[in-house]
C-alpha cells in the first residue's frame, strides 16, 4: 500500500441567504495500491462529505507522499499553489489574510451570529465577535444551525 494527499474544493451555502457562501479546501490522507485506486477512494470520500448545504465542485488533486505517515516527524499532506504576478505584500492581502472581511458592516453583508463561547457572539460570514447572546436576538431562530456553532464532520 502506497500513502497518498488529495485536497478538494467545496462550496457551503445556506438557505437561509444571510449567510455568504464559503469555499472549503478540503484535504484528506488516504492509502491505497495505486493512483487510480487512491483517485476511486478520494471521489468516494468526497461524494459523501457533501449534504444539501456542502456540494463537491469536481476539482481536486490526488498525489502519492514521498513518505509513509509518521508520528515521530510533520507529514506535508497537500498545497495549495497559486499563479499570480502579485507582490507579496498583495498576495497576503487578497488571497491569505482576507478569507473573510473584520466585520459585515464593512462590506454590506449582514451579521449572522452563533454562539462563540465565553459569553460571546461570533459570526459566520465575518472575523467579528462581540459581547452577549447575539444569536439569541436574531430574527429567523427557526434553523437550529442559527443557535449554535456547527461542528465540523469528523472524518
Given at each position: 500500500?502506497?500513502?497518498?494527499?488529495?485536497?478538494?474544493?467545496?462550496?457551503?451555502?445556506?438557505?437561509?441567504?444571510?449567510?455568504?457562501?464559503?469555499?472549503?479546501?478540503?484535504?484528506?490522507?488516504?492509502?491505497?495500491?495505486?493512483?487510480?485506486s487512491?483517485?476511486?477512494?478520494?471521489?468516494?470520500?468526497?461524494?459523501?462529505?457533501?449534504?444539501?448545504e456542502?456540494?463537491?465542485?469536481?476539482?481536486?488533486?490526488?498525489?502519492?507522499?514521498?513518505?509513509?505517515?509518521?508520528?515521530?516527524?510533520?507529514?506535508?499532506?497537500?498545497?495549495?499553489?497559486?499563479?499570480?504576478?502579485?507582490k507579496?505584500?498583495?498576495?497576503?492581502?487578497?488571497?491569505?489574510?482576507?478569507?473573510?472581511?473584520?466585520s459585515?458592516?464593512?462590506?454590506?453583508?449582514?451579521?449572522?451570529?452563533?454562539?462563540?463561547?465565553?459569553?460571546?457572539?461570533?459570526?459566520?460570514?465575518?472575523?467579528?465577535?462581540?459581547?452577549?447572546?447575539?444569536?439569541?436576538?436574531?430574527?429567523?431562530?427557526?434553523?437550529?444551525?442559527?443557535?449554535?456553532?456547527?461542528?465540523?464532520?469528523?472524518?
Amino acid at each position: 500500500m502506497k500513502w497518498y494527499g488529495a485536497i478538494g474544493l467545496f462550496r457551503h451555502t445556506r438557505r437561509d441567504k444571510r449567510f455568504v457562501s464559503r469555499y472549503e479546501e478540503r484535504v484528506i490522507l488516504l492509502s491505497a495500491r495505486n493512483p487510480a485506486s487512491a483517485e476511486r477512494k478520494v471521489l468516494r470520500e468526497f461524494q459523501a462529505y457533501t449534504s444539501d448545504e456542502v456540494s463537491f465542485l469536481n476539482q481536486y488533486e490526488v498525489f502519492e507522499l514521498q513518505n509513509a505517515p509518521s508520528s515521530r516527524a510533520a507529514l506535508e499532506v497537500a498545497w495549495l499553489m497559486r499563479t499570480t504576478t502579485a507582490k507579496p505584500r498583495d498576495y497576503v492581502k487578497t488571497l491569505w489574510s482576507d478569507l473573510k472581511p473584520k466585520s459585515c458592516d464593512d462590506v454590506g453583508w449582514t451579521h449572522c451570529w452563533h454562539n462563540g463561547g465565553s459569553k460571546t457572539s461570533a459570526c459566520y460570514n465575518c472575523l467579528e465577535i462581540r459581547p452577549g447572546q447575539l444569536w439569541m436576538k436574531q430574527k429567523d431562530r427557526t434553523s437550529p444551525s442559527n443557535t449554535t456553532a456547527r461542528k465540523p464532520r469528523q472524518g
